[in-house]
């Protein structure tokens, strides 16, 4: 199956264009045109989502499980067209765009399951107690419900398995809630073509039009009329700290405030114990190299910041990984504007008080090398700018005076992603005593692992204490991420015919 985007918008099953354009900046392959969104394409979107919630959020579980696994099926028939529109705007090799879409589509179909499972919609029923003193307990049920329409942003890092067809979205339509995606510029092309699929699954499951549109950005108007519409009733997002805080603000300042759950990056600090470092630190070095550079660094759970006792297994362990490092060419990053900003990142911790720099290659354009750079735990205490996330193959080195110190600095942590500890059984009680700090940290702790990779699967949480996220009770990948979109509801004394399908009976 060939593909050639349209630059269209896709509201409620009609490809709709606009007088406003902007232009794609693909890695290969000449600039494509496409409609930029605006707000008058929000409010059409937003107001078929709220018509199709009508519809879709009575639909049986099995009638969702269904869908979902049609959009598995209508993205993989497009696979081809799909990695090769991909490769092109991105820049990510075939291999790569062929692993996401199978974790995208088995993530659609992992919820699938999971929905037909009906563990999710935790049901509850305390049976009515008419003769207890001295008050006689009604008969109350509960049960999780859909909150309505929900606004999925596109991530710029990852063009299919946080995108249109992505975890938020296959979350979303899991839990009964309609979806209105905004597209993200980096991949339009990608964005339109998973479009395609998804209303293809519509018409073939006879669903209403309205449970999912998509719209391109090409202007903030998109963004903000989206967060703010009144029929909007959640938020998925997965990008900058910057741009998802200030959604987040918006979110907030709503006359009805809704849910943003945003994923807004982390350093994923890895801690070095003793033990590890003297037993193995060439094969930890090594591996830290090939994680740090994985994908160009633009994971939002890359290993940037590295917590190690000063002396001499920690400089071993830096000059095996700048050496490893130092073999790695340049990479293509996803877009200019990207690469401008790890260069920016970079230029910042480098003027930092205390801050050497241990490996220095070339960068430039679109393409990224990595850098290293060392501090001290004194520095890093004093300083919190040195702990701020640089989008990209960028270490950080902390030498912490001892092992005291090393908490210090955990403590000091703000909200991440991951924190992963390194170590052998000699350094069991060293990491008993971090793990009340890292749990309080972050949402996901590692042993004697790399951060990058995020399974999708019933266990996992890919969340975080704030920045890391907005929602500290909330993941984005896994099952448990439909619930975000989910509100509980008590029936108390309701007959039958009354409740939900699935309290009936």
């Given amino acids: ?55 879709y959020g009575y639909t049986t579980r099995d009638e969702r499980a269904a869908f979902l696994n049609a959009i598995a099926d209508e993205i993989e028939a497009r696979g081809e ?25 088995g993530q659609l179909r992992l919820f699938a399951s999971h929905i037909q499972d009906g563990a999710y919609l935790d049901k509850r029923h305390d049976v009515a107690l008419p003769d207890r003193a001295p008050l006689p307990r009604p008969d109350i049920k509960l049960i999780e419900r859909p ?47 998973v479009a395609e ?32 519409h009144p029929l909007i009733k959640a938020v998925g997002f997965t990008g900058s700290f910057r741009g998802g805080k200030a959604l987040f603000d918006l ?6 405030p809704i849910p943003f759950f945003g994923e807004l990056g982390s350093v994923n600090p890895m801690f070095m114990l003793p033990e590890a470092m003297s037993a193995r630190g060439d094969a930890l070095a090594t591996g830290w190299a090939g994680s740090l550079t994985m994908g160009a660094g633009q994971f939002c759970t890359n290993p940037g910041v590295l917590v190690m006792v000063d002396g001499d297994d920690t400089d071993k362990f830096l000059e095996t990984a700048v050496e490893a490092l130092g073999k790695v060419g340049p990479q293509t990053m996803l877009t200019n504007g990207i690469a401008d900003a790890y260069r920016s990142g970079r230029d910042t911790i480098a003027a930092q008080s205390g801050v050497q720099e241990i ?13 290293v750079f060392e501090t001290t735990g004194d520095a890093w205490l004093a300083n919190p700018a040195l702990g701020h996330e640089v989008f990209g193959p960028l270490g ?54 790399f951060p990058t990779g995020v399974e999708v699967s019933e266990a996992m949480v890919h969340g975080g204490p704030f920045p890391a996220s907005t929602n500290f009770g909330a993941t984005s990948v896994g099952t448990m ?25």
């Fill in 81 to 105: 067209a799909i990695t090769a529109i991909g490769t092109a705007e991105t820049g990510l090799p075939e291999g790569r765009l062929q692993g996401e879409r199978g974790r995208t589509t």
């Fill in 147 to 193: 909150i309505g329409p929900v606004a999925v942003f596109g991530a710029s890092n990852f063009p299919l398995a946080f995108s249109t067809a992505g975890g938020d979205t296959a979350a979303a339509l899991a839990a009964g809630c309609p979806v209105v995606v905004k597209g993200h510029e980096a991949h339009p092309g990608t964005a339109e073509i």
């Fill in 197 to 228: 699929a998804i209303h293809a699954a519509i018409e073939k499951c006879g669903m209403h039009p309205g449970v999912f549109s998509m719209i391109h950005g090409g202007s903030y108007e998109v963004g903000g009329a989206l967060v703010q």
């Fill in 251 to 256: 979110c907030a300042q709503r006359p009805e």
């Fill in 481 to 505: 991420a439909i619930r975000r979109f989910l509100r509980p509801v008590s029936y108390q004394n309701l007959p039958d015919a009354l409740l939900p399908v699935d309290l009936q009976g």
């Fill in 396 to 449: 950080l080195a902390v030498k912490v005076k001892d092992t005291a110190q090393m908490l210090e600095v955990a403590r000091s942590l703000d909200g991440q992603l991951t924190c992963t500890l390194h170590m052998d059984d000699g350094d069991t009680e060293l990491g008993q005593k971090l793990m009340p700090v890292l749990e309080r940290k972050a949402g996901r702790i590692l042993a004697n692992g």
């Fill in 359 to 371: 490996l220095n290659t070339t960068s430039d354009q679109r393409n990224a090398t990595p850098f």
């Fill in 1 to 55: 199956m060939t593909f050639e985007p349209h630059g269209k918008h896709l509201i409620a099953g009609d490809w709709v264009a606009t007088d406003k354009t902007f232009q794609s900046v693909p890695v290969t392959g000449e600039a494509k045109t496409f409609s930029a969104g605006n707000a008058d394409l929000v409010d059409r979107a937003a107001k078929a989502a709220e018509e199709a919630f009508w519809v």
